[in-house]
């Protein structure tokens, strides 16, 4: 019950705030979100165990 | 030591019936008894019946102090990562194998070989070395418990499952009253909370570690130590820090030779100067960190995604696919997973977002969440699916995408 009311209130929260005209094929904001999230993703690396 | 197991094993390794040894010395009953430990018998006895053995009484205590002493310092040679001297304890240990499981240094002994297998990250040998070990375990002491729960610990940050070691750990540290038990454990205790992303404690437990390798003088540790904190000073935008870490890093590993650190420190620094958005610099140390590295290197695939990344950022699109290709091309001989279906998302991306999204979907994601250990890492791609739902007015997906951020 409480999952669904947040699942519901996440819905409408991303309806609400979803741009009123979009271009769903727009290949450049496809880009730059992926490129906003993956940035600084490259892992360190860990000395040994040993 | 066990002497009456030990007349043994050195009567039937000489093919003497149990009357041809006890005669003139005691009766076989008594040697029957004494042979199978049921009996303790004088040191006079033991001394009549080893000399028939052509074995020395002496010899043998000298070798029980051998036996302890030749493990302090195989320990020893652990904590303070000697490679190479290692092995020699190990072959001195190995020469008098045969004396071991009548000494009261046996557990001691199997379980040290134990994290001698973990210390080459001989992971199968390991394996089995820790099932007899499992079987015997209602005969350790309570110090042979700790080790060997501390050992299995460490077997399971080899294994890359981290959570479950992390859980070892913090029982062993509540049951010692929250006392720094030692270098060792708080290293690897740092080790496991960087791996789980988790740069305060990874910082806090490090510093501890640093502490205590420094005022051992400790140097290999102190490099290890330092690398760890400089990667969770990087990830948590304390740079001066990371930076310290790092420059102290790149001097002692020139000055102490040690070459097989130093691509993995230059890849660190291009790690921190990424995070400091000094592009420049991240890709000057990473493809420094490249150029010392093995093309079959586990590592090289990481500094050449860390590279491909960046021009990726920098919409130098050729450069970017030429690294992502290469990495493609030769993980399909070494197995590397991670690296390889990031690339090849990537490379589908700079095709058609759209098809790198079902990419994402029926291939990245599955493989994150089968491994349980890139909680992080699904986060992101949990967002990047969500966001991209939503843009295509998809919303119950971006919603579900959503909820599976915990």
């Not at chain 2, 279906?341 to 790198?356: G, T």
Request: glycine share 4%.
């Amino acid at each position: 019950m409480k999952k669904s009311i947040i699942l519901l209130f996440s819905l409408s929260l991303l309806i609400l705030l979803s741009p009123a005209t979009k271009d769903v094929s727009s290949t450049s904001s496809s880009n730059e979100l992926a490129k906003n999230i993956y940035y600084q993703h490259a892992d360190p690396i860990h000395p040994p165990v040993g | 030591m066990e002497f009456g197991p030990l007349i043994k094993f050195y009567r039937t390794q000489k093919g003497i019936t149990q009357k041809e040894l006890a005669a003139g010395i005691c009766s076989i009953p008594h040697l029957s008894k004494i042979e199978n430990n049921s009996k303790d018998a004088n040191k006079e006895t033991i001394s009549l019946l080893l000399e028939r053995l052509e074995v020395s009484f002496e010899e043998m205590e000298e070798k029980e102090e051998l036996i302890k002493s030749l493990l302090k310092d195989f320990g020893e040679k652990i904590n303070f990562y000697l490679r190479e001297e290692i092995e020699i304890t190990f072959k001195r240990l190995k020469e008098i194998e045969h004396v071991i499981p009548f000494s009261a240094q046996m557990y001691s002994y199997e379980l040290y070989k134990y994290r001698y297998l973990l210390f080459k990250g001989l992971l199968s040998e390991a394996e089995a070395q820790r099932d007899i070990l499992y079987k015997q375990k209602k005969n350790f002491s309570q110090h042979e418990r700790y080790l060997f729960r501390y050992y299995n610990a460490v077997f399971l940050i080899l294994k890359g499952q981290f959570k479950k070691a992390d859980v070892i750990f913090d029982e062993l540290f509540l049951e010692n009253n929250n006392e720094a038990v030692n270098g060792e454990f708080l290293y690897h205790w740092t080790f496991v909370k960087s791996s789980l992303d988790q740069p305060g404690h990874a910082i806090h437990f490090g510093r501890q570690a640093l502490q205590i390798f420094m005022n051992q003088h400790n140097f290999y540790r102190i490099l290890h130590t330092l690398m760890v904190l400089g990667i969770n000073y990087s990830r948590s935008s304390i740079y001066e820090e990371a930076q310290v870490c790092f420059n102290h890093l790149i001097r002692n590993a020139e000055l102490l030779k040690e070459e097989r650190m130093l691509p993995q420190i230059y890849h660190n620094m291009g790690y921190l100067q990424d995070r400091m958005n000094n592009v420049k610099d991240a890709l000057m140390y990473y493809e420094k960190s490249l150029s010392l590295q093995s093309i079959k290197n586990q590592h090289y695939f990481v500094t050449l995604y860390a590279i491909g990344e960046i021009y990726y950022n920098l919409n130098i699109m050729e450069r970017a696919k030429e690294c992502f290709l290469l990495i493609k091309s030769l993980s399909k001989e070494t197995g590397v997973k991670k690296q390889s279906l990031l690339s090849n998302f990537y490379l589908i991306h700079m095709e058609s977002p759209e098809k790198a999204m079902k990419f994402l979907e029926a291939k990245v994601i599955p493989y994150l969440e089968s491994a349980k250990e890139h909680k992080d890492d699904l986060t992101r791609y949990y967002k990047l699916l969500s966001e991209n739902y939503n843009q295509n007015g998809k919303y119950l997906e971006a919603v579900n995408y959503l909820s599976k951020i915990t």
